[in-house]
């Protein structure tokens, strides 16, 4: 198996995870919040959601434009 | 209410469909990219509360039809610090690209797709106007909501 090839696994791995994380918080919303809630939830911080929405911005230039 | 989102959605598409044609490091990509983040910056200025409450997202967040146990946010933290562990590991790990792929590799391989980058840009598109969605909720308690 090549490095390569791991690398992808645990990027999928991850992806899934991700997912599963999304739905159990439909299921198992105790135990698990929904992205929504986590959002809403980080930015009641003053400063942390200026960050975070200056990293959503990066994010978006560094995808697209650069 | 049905046909605006259906026309929000339709100009989303669209706005996508254009954006996708553009190439990275150039103007029109520079344009349209910077259109959207302006468009993110003025609807978080809008509609989010100047002076955020912890407890009142705290009260808002915790229906008191569902009963919350341990940490709920606890899942997500350890993803993200997972994500960017591994994204770090591979930046700085020596070897080519191709074997550490970091997560703008992949959405360069993406992006050579144009359906696929179309499909990113609305997913992008999509998730700024989520964020804005979240961080202004609270902004009406439900007091107001009923006045």
Request: hydrophobic residues 55%; proline residues 6%; charged residues 15%.
């Amino acid at each position: 198996v090549s490095t390569s090839t791991i690398s992808y696994v645990v990027w999928a791995l991850l992806g899934a995870a991700t997912v599963l994380l999304w739905a159990l918080s439909y299921v198992r919303p105790g135990s698990v919040a929904h992205p929504g809630a986590a959002v809403a939830q980080l930015t009641t911080r003053p400063v942390v959601r200026i960050l975070f929405v200056l990293g959503f911005m990066w994010l978006g230039w560094h995808m697209f434009a650069r | 209410v049905r046909l605006g989102r259906a026309m929000v959605w339709a100009a989303a598409l669209g706005y996508s469909l254009i954006a996708a044609t553009t190439t990275p490091f150039t103007l029109p990509a520079d344009v349209l990219t910077a259109v959207a983040i302006v468009a993110l910056a003025a609807g978080v200025a809008v509609r989010w509360p100047w002076r955020p409450r912890r407890a009142r997202a705290r009260r808002e967040s915790s229906s008191p039809s569902q009963s919350v146990s341990g940490h709920p946010y606890l899942p997500w933290c350890g993803l993200v610090f997972l994500l960017v562990a591994w994204e770090l590991f591979n930046y700085l790990a020596p070897g080519t690209r191709a074997e550490h792929p970091t997560f703008s590799s992949i959405t360069d391989a993406i992006d050579r797709f144009y359906l696929l980058k179309t499909l990113l840009f609305l997913a992008w598109l999509y998730l700024g106007w989520a964020v804005i969605a979240s961080g202004a909720r609270r902004h009406r308690t439900k007091a107001e909501a009923g006045s």
